[in-house]
């Protein structure tokens, strides 16, 4: 596990200790909610009261929570991807180096959002997320969110290994969710699909390559949002040391974002 990993992993769990604030008992995902559409993250170095810089979240944008500010009642600490100026349709972000501290009031735990509910498809195959917030919405307009999860191919593919011997790439990409071999049953999300009254869209390929052994539990998937322009699709896949959390943000019916981590049990 990479010094990353361990800092995100340690923070997953001093996540419970600030359940009295958030109730936040899921994932340690935030999103900014501010009404006026932004959050100012504090940035420090070394003393935690030394301000270096000011980094501004629009609305939407996703963090991962660590612990509450130190000597703060209306701050926490949080971790958060460094965004490149490039213009790019989808980003997957698997490092989290950036850190600050951001007023709670303009945030909120995502999976403490309106919830999308849950059903599944008749071949059990396929998770379908619909938004029952508006029973006055007729069933068939309503935004729906399906997750469709399939038997494997990686053993066919190239596998890359690392000095201990767990597969890290296939086919030149990062894999989630396996270890030194490829279990029997081996099963990889193979389509993620948004259905809004007016947009459409499958998730590109980049947004859901390699991610192996994703969970048909409830419990640890969900669907929230902000409003119709801010969807949030969260998994907690694989079991053991090979567990993983990860997020996507839909904007406007696209798949904008994503972070993930390893998180072992």
Do not use: C
Not at 22 to 50: C, I, L, S, T, W
Not at 101 to 122: G, Y
Not at 154 to 169: F, L
Request: cysteine-free; overall charge positive; charged content about 30%.
């Amino acid at each position: 596990m990479t010094f990353i990993d361990k800092a995100i992993y340690a923070s997953v769990f001093s996540l419970f200790s600030f359940s009295q604030i958030f109730a936040q008992n899921k994932v340690p995902f935030g999103v900014v909610k501010a009404e006026e559409g932004y959050a100012m993250v504090r940035v420090h170095k070394d003393d935690y009261r030394k301000i270096v810089d000011k980094i501004r979240m629009k609305k939407g944008d996703v963090f991962i929570y660590v612990k509450p500010a130190p000597g703060e009642t209306e701050w926490i600490w949080i971790k958060y991807p460094e965004k490149d100026d490039t213009d790019k349709p989808f980003v997957r972000y698997d490092s989290i180096t950036k850190e600050g501290m951001v007023n709670k009031n303009r945030v909120v735990f995502v999976d403490q959002l309106p919830k999308f509910t849950p059903s599944k498809s008749k071949n059990g195959k396929s998770i379908i997320f619909t938004d029952d917030s508006n029973p006055k919405i007729p069933g068939n307009q309503r935004t729906k969110v399906i997750i469709d999860v399939y038997p494997s191919y990686a053993h066919i593919k190239k596998q890359e290994k690392d000095a201990e011997g767990n597969i890290v790439k296939i086919d030149k990409v990062k894999s989630w969710g396996i270890g030194k071999e490829l279990p029997e049953g081996l099963t990889e999300i193979k389509s993620v699909r948004v259905q809004q009254p007016g947009r459409g869209s499958v998730f590109v390929r980049d947004a859901i390559k390699n991610m192996f052994q994703p969970t048909m539990d409830f419990e640890n998937v969900g669907v929230t949002a902000i409003d119709n322009d801010h969807i949030f699709l969260y998994m907690t896949n694989g079991s053991g040391e090979n567990r993983y959390t990860t997020i996507w943000t839909i904007k406007q019916g696209k798949a904008e974002s994503q972070i993930i981590y390893k998180n072992p049990e």
